[in-house]
């Protein structure tokens, strides 16, 4: 795509493969103690097409009634949310570029047949911190535009162990995930894509 709003920056093969394995061993430990649910719509209580969970202080939940937030506590079992894992901890230390930790790591997972829409991150109060987001298995193509709707987007491809960070001047760019290319990676064995994305919400 041309070029994208400073401060937004794509790291192809970031993570290497056993970097990958490991964070997924982590996402299972995750899942486990905080199990993937279906987000609904604000208002219309349309459900998302992608399951999620989080770990962290805050998880970003939404649902009919209250529509998008951060809570620290899992929407169906009410139990605060996991931990963040170090070895994600340590991964914002080294390029978020920011002085404290992410309070929210928000864990998406796509079904091959799941997407996106094109929305801004803006449910943060402390928009100097990025948004630090990895890729990890099928491929994806992720849609970057400005600052409003309408603003021109292009796209590109994520694919397993890519990161990118939506930081700096493009902090609240509106993005989205088009679609996902099934069968493009080995490391989830039923397929589908995990997006990890560590958040700051206060400053
Ligand atoms: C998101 O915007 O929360 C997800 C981005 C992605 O899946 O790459
Ligand atoms: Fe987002």
């Known amino acids: ?10 790291l192809p ?12 061993e982590l996402v299972r430990i995750v899942v486990a103690e905080a199990p993937l649910y279906t987000p609904e719509m604000p208002g219309t209580g349309r459900p998302m097409s992608v399951r999620m969970t989080n770990c ?5 939940v939404t649902d009919r009634q ?10 169906v079992t009410k139990k605060p949310w996991p931990a ?6 340590d991964l914002w230390e080294r390029l978020a570029g920011y002085p404290k930790p992410p309070e929210a790591c928000l864990v998406n997972f796509y079904a091959d047949d799941a997407k996106m829409g094109l929305h801004q991150d803006r449910d943060e109060t402390e928009f100097a911190a990025p948004v630090l987001s990895i890729s990890l298995g099928n491929t994806c ?8 709707r309408k603003d021109p987007t292009g796209s590109f491809r994520l694919s397993s162990g890519d990161i990118v960070l939506i930081g700096g001047e493009g902090r609240l760019a509106f993005h989205g995930v ?13 397929g589908g894509r995990i997006n990890l994305t560590l958040r700051r919400v206060n400053s």
């Open 1 to 10: 795509m041309g070029t994208l709003l400073n401060g937004i920056r794509h």
């Open 13 to 24: 093969d970031y993570l290497d493969r056993a970097a990958q394995e490991r964070l997924i």
């Open 56 to 60: 962290g202080s805050l998880g970003w």
């Open 66 to 75: 209250q529509g998008y937030r951060y809570q620290p506590f899992h929407p």
């Open 84 to 89: 963040i894992p170090a070895e994600l901890l």
């Open 141 to 148: 193509l992720f849609r970057v535009g400005g600052l409003n």
């Open 178 to 190: 088009d679609r996902i290319y099934p069968g493009t990676s080995m490391l989830l064995k039923n």
